[in-house]
């Protein structure tokens, strides 16, 4: 039997409705000459039981409970394919993506990653207006820094880009898609397909929309590493991205302060004063946090919750993964 020619890869958790509706959407692709692996996240629902007879064929696997990062990189080392595509549980293809994107790969041999703009839809599948970023395609680290626009639905790449990256980053429980392309973006020029070909489910569950607070410090902590790492690379406007640095810390902090972790709070105003954030902004919100942090007994002065702020503060927050 030869080897399909894409591998597509989709992690799941606990959503088998979704799955099988991510599955119905593979098995209409225009584009037939694929593998389809579906990695098990440790569900508790009976995974491979549900999806046994689906014309998709998906082959499961199965993994303990370690986040989305690892289960995708699970299914980066199982694919047969030399060219990976990824879909997430909960979103669905338009039948044309495939046949698309690798029309695309073979016009040309050195661009390597396509991607392209999402379509956001409700649970119904009517479109939800407003909610699609602009979209660039060549050398886009500066781009991308400053706006998170390559979404892991839409990407279709060579699998030896990622082997070679070391795949997603499994310490991170969000964000770990955003690091991923960032990493890419250094080393090669991404391709577009200008027409949404994949469309995201907003619903409640989304893991990118729980804990928001825990949610922006991770993009934060992403974006800095990221460029202390490639400032100096000739690919980073040092003011542009300082300026998203001084933005993302700041909304990390308010984040914070609004879910009374007021310490943290204080880390992410400092931390947005760092890359020059304006005072009139960080200032008011570290001094109410202060306050507060004061009357409720857990500032500084006391020494559980300085144990405690010691691994958990912006610039060194290590999150566990997990789905």
Not at 270 to 287: D, M, N, V
Request: proline residues 6%; glycine residues 6%.
């Amino acid at each position: 039997m030869s080897s399909p020619l894409i591998s597509i890869i989709i992690p799941t958790y606990n959503r088998l409705g979704y799955l099988r509706e991510a599955l119905d959407s593979v098995a209409r692709q225009t584009f037939q000459n694929f593998e389809v692996i579906v990695v098990d996240d440790g569900s508790t629902e009976d995974i491979a039981a549900g999806v046994a007879n689906h014309p998709a064929c998906p082959t499961v696997v199965r993994q303990q409970n370690e986040g989305p990062a690892a289960a995708r990189n699970h299914g980066i080392k199982k694919a047969a394919a030399d060219i990976v595509a990824f879909l997430d549980s909960d979103d669905l293809w338009h039948p044309t993506k495939l046949e698309r994107f690798i029309r695309a790969l073979e016009s040309d041999p050195d661009t390597r990653i396509y991607y392209g703009p999402m379509r956001p839809i409700t649970d119904r599948g009517d479109t939800v207006a407003g909610r699609t970023k602009p979209c660039h395609a060549g050398w886009i680290t500066e781009k991308l820094f400053c706006s998170s626009f390559v979404h892991v639905p839409t990407v279709v790449c060579r699998k030896e880009l990622l082997v070679h990256e070391g795949g997603f980053d499994q310490t991170l429980p969000v964000c770990e898609d955003y690091d991923l392309w960032l990493r890419l973006s250094v080393m090669e020029p991404f391709g577009l397909v200008e027409d949404p070909l994949a469309m995201r489910r907003l619903h409640g569950d989304r893991l990118s929309k729980c804990s928001m607070s825990r949610n922006l410090a991770v993009k934060a902590r992403v974006l800095r590493k990221f460029y202390e790492l490639n400032a100096t690379s000739g690919r980073l406007n040092r003011d542009v991205c300082k300026a998203r640095l001084a933005r993302v810390c700041f909304v990390a902090a308010r984040a914070f302060f609004r879910n009374g972790e007021y310490e943290r709070a204080i880390d992410g105003c400092r931390a947005c004063r760092s890359y020059g954030g304006p005072a009139l902004r960080t200032i008011p919100l570290a001094l109410a946090a202060k306050s507060l942090a004061r009357l409720r007994g857990n500032g500084r002065d006391d020494p559980d919750q300085t144990a405690h702020d010691k691994h958990t503060r912006l610039d060194e927050l290590t999150p566990k993964a997990h789905s």
